[in-house]
């Protein structure tokens, strides 16, 4: 894959600029190809664009936006640190681009989250429904119960399913998985065939057995959620796109029920 990404040096002027992820080593390696201009991005040391001052909290994060020609505070109002590194790398573009960093931090405000990318939903009970079905992998799948971790609520619950193309470690990865839930979620929910191994994993590392449910599809993980879901509840959806897990959100949210931001949320 960094050798993919480092086809982009074929087609980039003298001129221009390599925006580089200072955290991956594998393309902060291709950096010693390019005799030009780079800017790195990340939390790593010696990167020129990163943050400092971060607060997270379940309606966001707060921080402060370094680079090389200044900083500026910048509210999210999307929750995860995931978000956060995301926000780090469109702010290096831009910056590239001839942006400022008072620019990257106004831009700020006006992020939300994609459909199924991280949405926020109600459940007719009150519970919050956190929609990141959109796709799914192992580290994405650890920064999403990072963020459920962030979620106000008296009770976590993932709904975890099959990620799917991991080739022949699939069955470790999805253990691995179950194992990073502990600490995170209070009840897991697992999805498909592969899901299970969710479940195995959560239990030998300590996650009580008896707030590990399995359903075969998300209908079936929708039904089951009819049953369970109460007031107070903050309820996390990941699955990579084949398993279609949005079906299940669909299913227990109403009609209209989509918030733009749990940072918008109204609070009685």
Same mark, same amino acid.
């Given at each position: 894959m960094a050798r993919a990404n480092g086809e982009i040096l074929d087609g980039l002027k003298p001129n221009g600029v390599f925006v580089i992820n200072a955290d991956d080593e =594998?393309? *902060? !390696? &291709? /950096?010693? /190809?390019?005799? !030009? =201009?780079? &800017? $790195?991005?990340?939390? /790593?040391? !010696?990167a020129d664009v990163t943050v400092e001052d971060v607060v997270l909290d379940e309606n966001g994060s707060s921080l402060r936006l370094r680079t090389p020609s200044g900083s500026a505070k910048a509210r999210l109002p999307v929750p995860g640190l995931h978000q956060v590194a995301n926000y780090l790398a469109a702010s290096a573009v831009a910056l590239a681009a001839g942006a400022s960093? *008072? #620019?990257c931090a106004a831009a700020a405000g006006a992020l939300a989250a994609a459909p199924h990318r991280g949405e926020f939903r109600r459940h007719a009970s009150g519970a919050l429904l956190y929609d990141d079905a959109y796709n799914a992998s192992p580290p994405s799948m650890r920064a999403a119960l990072d963020t459920l971790k962030l979620l106000a609520g008296t009770r976590k619950i993932a709904v975890l399913g099959d990620m799917l193309e991991l080739g022949p470690e699939e069955r470790w990865w999805h253990r691995e998985t179950g194992k990073? @839930?502990? !600490? $995170?979620? #209070?009840?897991l929910v697992c999805v498909g065939k592969r899901a299970a191994a969710i479940g195995e994993g959560a239990i030998e590392a300590g996650f009580p057995s008896a707030d590990v449910s399995a359903a075969r599809d998300p209908d079936e @993980?929708?039904? &089951?959620l009819e049953t369970l879901l109460a007031p107070g509840d903050a309820v996390l959806f990941k699955a990579s796109r084949g398993v279609g897990l949005d079906r299940a959100v669909a299913k227990l949210a109403g009609a209209g029920n989509r918030e733009s931001g749990i940072g918008n949320r109204r609070r009685g």
């Amino acid at each position: 894959m960094a050798r993919a990404n480092g086809e982009i040096l074929d087609g980039l002027k003298p001129n221009g600029v390599f925006v580089i992820n200072a955290d991956d080593e =594998r393309i *902060e !390696g &291709l /950096a010693t /190809a390019w005799s !030009g =201009r780079a &800017l $790195r991005f990340g939390h /790593a040391a !010696g990167a020129d664009v990163t943050v400092e001052d971060v607060v997270l909290d379940e309606n966001g994060s707060s921080l402060r936006l370094r680079t090389p020609s200044g900083s500026a505070k910048a509210r999210l109002p999307v929750p995860g640190l995931h978000q956060v590194a995301n926000y780090l790398a469109a702010s290096a573009v831009a910056l590239a681009a001839g942006a400022s960093p *008072e #620019d990257c931090a106004a831009a700020a405000g006006a992020l939300a989250a994609a459909p199924h990318r991280g949405e926020f939903r109600r459940h007719a009970s009150g519970a919050l429904l956190y929609d990141d079905a959109y796709n799914a992998s192992p580290p994405s799948m650890r920064a999403a119960l990072d963020t459920l971790k962030l979620l106000a609520g008296t009770r976590k619950i993932a709904v975890l399913g099959d990620m799917l193309e991991l080739g022949p470690e699939e069955r470790w990865w999805h253990r691995e998985t179950g194992k990073y @839930a502990v !600490g $995170r979620a #209070d009840r897991l929910v697992c999805v498909g065939k592969r899901a299970a191994a969710i479940g195995e994993g959560a239990i030998e590392a300590g996650f009580p057995s008896a707030d590990v449910s399995a359903a075969r599809d998300p209908d079936e @993980a929708a039904a &089951l959620l009819e049953t369970l879901l109460a007031p107070g509840d903050a309820v996390l959806f990941k699955a990579s796109r084949g398993v279609g897990l949005d079906r299940a959100v669909a299913k227990l949210a109403g009609a209209g029920n989509r918030e733009s931001g749990i940072g918008n949320r109204r609070r009685g």
